[in-house]
């Protein structure tokens, strides 16, 4: 048996493929990324989605689609749209916990409906030259909803299940609940990834003393405040206060740079790269993030930026 694989979750607005370029080549240590979610508006993938899906910035990459539905009739546009751009592999969103998706039907609301995941079903055994898999929370509000569907995962060709160990309705707070995350592990007849609350690469370690048994870890906004971590998993050492500072300045310019280079005007870059600070910030300075959310001039941006990335090694270092 190889060792654990790491995955980088799919995050909205935050692991877009320039994102997953400059980690890779930076940093790396990730064996698989995941594509934020594809979705479909008045009938057709959004033209975003599309974009990600075609990306050149993936060359070399391991790369996973992933699709956000309400029934079997989105979930076979966002199909064909992944296999025209000539992917193979498809992740099915059972866990998005967001109200307006969950209201919806679409991620964790899928769990809910026995319609849904039946057609769902359908959808993958008629696609078998694809590669599926699923990720998904316990429920929308009661741990229990991963049950019914459970019977319906296991009797589908799926690479591996995702699980994270919450209800919807917590989003991202409250504990998890890791003995019913045991019981997923125990009752899937397919590999089994966990996610959540992966901070650390001691986390890594943590999760998997946890539950052995589990096929791989899937890491998320760790991995966007600490993109260090998978390396330093890896290694079993961590890399110096320089180091991290270095790769940080390295990866944002690359980003900043490919934004640059790819949209009109300081407006569209900004919008684009000042998100990127939500989970960057986190070592930061008060006073440099908020000169960051401020600049209205890229030039303004750059130097808030550097002061920021200087205040982070300044705080790494003490």
């Not at 075609?54 to 079997?72: K, N």
């Not at 609350?197 to 991995?223: E, H, N, Q, S």
């Not at 070592?283 to 600049?295: Q, T, V, W, Y």
Request: proline share 4%.
């Amino acid at each position: 048996m190889g060792r654990t694989k790491l995955i980088a979750a799919p995050l909205q607005g935050f692991t877009e493929a320039v994102w997953r370029r400059m980690h890779a080549d930076v940093f790396g240590g990730i064996d698989e990324y995941c594509l934020p979610f594809a979705r479909v508006e008045k009938g057709e993938v959004r033209r975003r989605d599309v974009r990600e899906l075609t990306s050149a910035l993936d060359s070399g990459l391991e790369t996973t689609a992933q699709a956000i539905f309400a029934d079997g009739r989105e979930l076979e546009t966002i199909v064909e749209a992944v296999k025209a751009s000539g992917r193979t592999r498809l992740d099915l969103n059972l866990g998005c916990p967001f109200p307006p998706q969950v209201r919806h039907g679409r991620g964790a609301g899928v769990l809910r409906s026995a319609e849904a995941l039946r057609q769902m079903g359908e959808c993958v055994l008629r696609h078998g030259e694809m590669e599926f898999s699923v990720k998904m929370r316990l429920g929308v509000d009661n741990a229990g909803e991963w049950h019914a569907a459970m019977d319906v995962l296991n009797e589908l060709p799926l690479r591996r299940v995702t699980v994270h160990p919450r209800v919807a309705t917590q989003q991202y707070g409250g504990e998890p609940d890791l003995e019913e995350a045991a019981l997923v592990m125990e009752a899937c007849a397919h590999p089994v990834v966990y996610n959540g609350d992966v901070r650390t690469a001691a986390d890594i370690d943590r999760v998997l003393a946890l539950f052995p048994k589990a096929a791989g870890v899937m890491i998320g906004r760790g991995l966007l405040s600490s993109p260090w971590m998978a390396r330093e998993w890896l290694d079993g050492e961590a890399l110096t206060a320089a180091q991290r500072i270095d790769g940080l300045r390295r990866m944002h310019d690359g980003i900043l740079a490919h934004y640059e280079e790819t949209l009109c005007g300081d407006t569209q870059v900004l919008m684009k790269i000042k998100p990127l600070w939500e989970y960057l910030g986190a070592g930061a300075g008060r006073k440099e993030l908020k000169a960051i959310k401020k600049a209205t001039k890229l030039g303004a941006y750059r130097q808030a930026a550097e002061a920021a990335l200087s205040s982070i090694g300044a705080g790494q270092s003490s």
